[in-house]
């Protein structure tokens, strides 16, 4: 009687260690899972935000440029009518 009690206590200890390490192994794998989602959703935002960057600079460049040759266009009329051009428009 006594070898079928320990056998029990044995068996039933045994369950409870597979159902601990099947509990973790699944919360490991869910941990996992939601990372690699992380990952992927972060490596999207990355990418948006490089081309959205891209976007920005093409716009400022343009920017720059208009800018920059109103003022160089302003500065030559300046100095067209301080040499007494009229309508000077290079």
């Known amino acids: 009687m006594e070898g079928i009690i320990i056998t029990g206590m044995v068996l039933g200890g045994l369950i409870a260690i597979f159902c601990v390490v ?3 192994t699944i919360k490991e794998e869910k941990i996992k899972a939601q990372s690699k989602g992380a ?3 972060q490596d999207r935002i990355n990418a948006d ?3 959205e ?4 600079r093409a716009r400022l460049e343009v920017i720059e440029r208009v800018v920059t040759d109103d003022d160089r266009k302003l500065a030559r009329e300046i100095a067209g009518l301080r040499n007494g051009e009229v309508g000077a428009n290079s």
Not at 53 to 56: E, G, K, N, T, V
């Open 53 to 56: 960057i891209a976007r920005l």
């Open 22 to 24: 099947g509990y973790i």
């Open 39 to 41: 990952v992927e959703g």
């Open 49 to 51: 935000t490089a081309a």
